[in-house]
């Protein structure tokens, strides 16, 4: 069991303890049933309820007690039991004192010493009456007695012999009655004139009914008197009663009822002797739940006053734990927990005003980070649709950024990823880049830009213009270096042959003017001078000789002046087959040619230059006649595949095919493996079909020499036919 | 306030409930005997109360006045509810002893008769025994109807207590009740 369950249950221990002493001292009939003792038992039973009241709410108390009540119950409890203790203490002492004190008031000597008092006042009174009795035993069966009582005396005579017997017993008065209660005679000490008439009571009837002497005590104003009466018999019965007084002795009277009343104390206060124990026990058991009882409503006041600020400042800690900044503490005391409240009011303050200020940063920043995040994204889709490829290097030489387009370009293996060293990376091919960059990296200038040829791995050579820049924003501590990296192989190609187009229309110009005059002049002098020759044989080779070449360099020029001046493509629509057909018009003339007609889509159309396309075919189709040479066990084959989108045509040969040198050369301009060759027909043939919007290529070398032009077939315009 | 009393109103009803229960089960009451006599004019009523040998003489013999309060009370007996109150009466014996003489002065204080007697058991007999005490007149009573007789008897050894507030704790030393009807 936990120890906050162990305090849990103090509580109803408490209750236990307090239950088992109000049993304890549950109130007996010895005690009288003392009101007293039963407001005890109400007070500690109301104590015993209240704790197991308080007990049993915090064993079914799971959540967080209220704050500060905890604190407040152990002050209370604490403060009990610091007066709980010393009160027990106290009230065991002044038991132990009381039954002490009791042992000595009732002290057996005391006891002893009062019976032997009692004892001896009550033997006055047994002398008294003892005397009294035998001397009336005496005058029971007097004659003079009895013959007064018969009437036969008369009343000076009885007097007389009546204050003879008083003066001689010494008794103070003397009475004598006839049976029928009529007094015969009296005398008495002192004055005849107080001597009162007095009837006799029950004893002196008792004492005449039983004819037995009896003596009584009676008390009067001025004392107590010894009452005898002796019954006076007759021959066969009482005839009459003498009644006698003594008057007892002041002093000793006084002393023996004060012995007497002393003795009935004691012994009163003997016989109560428990319930004064316990009516003691009672009421020192009162004031102490009474002092526990005001000392508990004071520790609970002044716990409650003490314990109210912290209270209050761990609502307010709780409240400020779940975000409430607004709260406000009372700073009433002006002590301790005051200066706490007036510092937790001031902590509060400050919390909401840097919370407040940590807020508007946070909102800024958020508003900064979006802004960051809007530049970021920009940037990024902006590098991802540049076809410029971008690196982006930082000062320790690694790669932070790279778009894809850097990627396509200079087909970048999988180690150039961000955080990459760009020199360890930068090797084989593209050892350029790492140079590139080291130049940039150490040199003054800001920006550098080189042109340099990068080998792809394929192959290609690709030209390339980089550009970089070194970044060193004032503002932010980053700093590195931009490269930017453009495919310039396109370009370059394009001003070499608008170079060379340029060179060629100029010197087709200049070649071109003298040929015709050159051929014109051979003609004639072959129409005048071949009679006029000796040698004909040998004058006609020259001449046709000069004309051939004549001709041949007029085609040469007039190829030039088509690869310098390739008009726009004139696009219609024609159908698949009507070129095929053309093709096999045109070359049915060769056994080996075979050219296949689209199945099925026979009114397949496509769109082009029927013209131009024409010209490509019949280049591809004489390129292929002339790699097959005459022999008959090659063939040349032509035919088409459609898509949706393309049309594509296809010639093999089964000749020689072509090597693997110039089958890199074989679509640059002015390189061909023909003797008479000018170089040019695979390059227009390639222009066209670029003109087209679709390629030519070679598939394969050999085996077959596949070469195949692929075109879309909607353009997209068209002009007019 | 009326909040307060609420709230803490189960406690003291449990407190009061508690002590209400407890009190009957501490003091056991001694027995005693009550009778009816009827003649033809007036009812008697006799009662006795058996107490132990000691109860009287130890505070007797030491001096100790001793009184016994007789409280009678005569009711209708009616169902369901109250008995209706006929009589009520109080009867105060005391016995005061005189140690010198070694007797007992008997006071009846409803009569104010009073008698000296020497013998211990005769005071202790008019303490203990209240024999035809006429209670009331016959014609007060129905015929046919049940009535009740209920007597409570007080012990108290030394001097009584007269204030009104003393005798609210003072148990009864015996209860005896006994219902009869006039035929």
Known sequence: MSRINIMRLIPLFMAVMLLTVTVLLWPSQDDGGSPLAWVNVAIMLGLSLLLIQYGIRLLREHSEPRPGSRLRAKLVIAMIAMLLVPAMVIQMAASQMVERGMDVWFDVRVDTLLDRALNLAQGFYERVEKNMKRNLLDYISDGVLLAAVSGNMDYRSTNAYLNEIRQTEGWQKVELFDINERQIGAVQTGELSTLQMTSLNETARLSMHLGRVVTELVTRDDGEVAVGYAPLIGPTSVIGLLRVEIQLPTGVIQNARAVEADYRSYRQLEHNRQKISATFTHVMLFMTLVVVLLAGLVALLFARRLTSPIGDLANALRRVTEGDLDVVISESPQDELGSLARSFNKMATRLKQNVAAIEQAQKDLTQALDNSRQRQYVLESLLANLHTGVVLVDGDGRVRLLNQAVRDILHLPDNWIPSADILQVSHGNLRDIGDFYDELRHQKEELLQREFDVALPEGKILHVLARGARLSASGTKFSGYLLVIDDISDLAEAERAKAWAEVAQRLAHEIKNPLTPIKLSTERLQRRFRTQVDNTEVFDVCTKAIIDQVERLQRLIADFSTLARMPQPKIREIPVNTLLQDMNELFHSYQRVHVKMVDGQSDSICQCDPDQIRQVLINLMDNAIAATGDAEHHSVRLYAELTDEFVAWHVEDDGDGITEEAASKLFEAYYSTKVNGSGLGLAIAKRIAEDHGGELKLVSRTGPTHFCLKLPRHMPHKEGS | ?183
């Open chain 2, 1 to 183: 306030m009326y909040h307060l009393l609420c709230k803490w109103r189960n406690f003291f009803l449990i407190l009061a409930g508690i002590l209400f229960v407890a009190q009957p089960i501490v003091y056991a009451n001694e027995s005693g005997s009550l009778k009816i006599h009827l003649d033809h004019k007036v009812i008697y009523c006799t009662a006795q109360i058996t107490v132990a040998d000691n109860t009287f003489s130890l505070a007797m013999q030491d001096g100790i006045t001793v009184t016994t309060e007789w409280h009678i009370q005569v009711g209708k007996v009616r169902d369901y509810w109250l008995n209706e109150a006929i009589a009520d009466i109080t009867v105060i014996r005391r016995a005061k002893p005189d140690l010198l003489t070694r007797s007992w002065l008997l006071t009846d204080t409803s009569s104010g008769i009073s008698q000296r007697v020497y013998n211990i058991e005769d005071a202790i007999r008019f303490l203990s025994s209240l024999e035809n005490f006429p209670l009331l007149d016959r014609s007060l009573l129905l015929t046919n109807t049940l009535y009740s007789v209920s007597v409570d008897i007080k012990v108290h050894a030394g001097e009584v207590n007269t204030a009104w507030w003393a005798n609210l704790w003072k148990p009864a030393a015996a209860s005896m009740q006994q219902d009869f009807s006039l035929p």
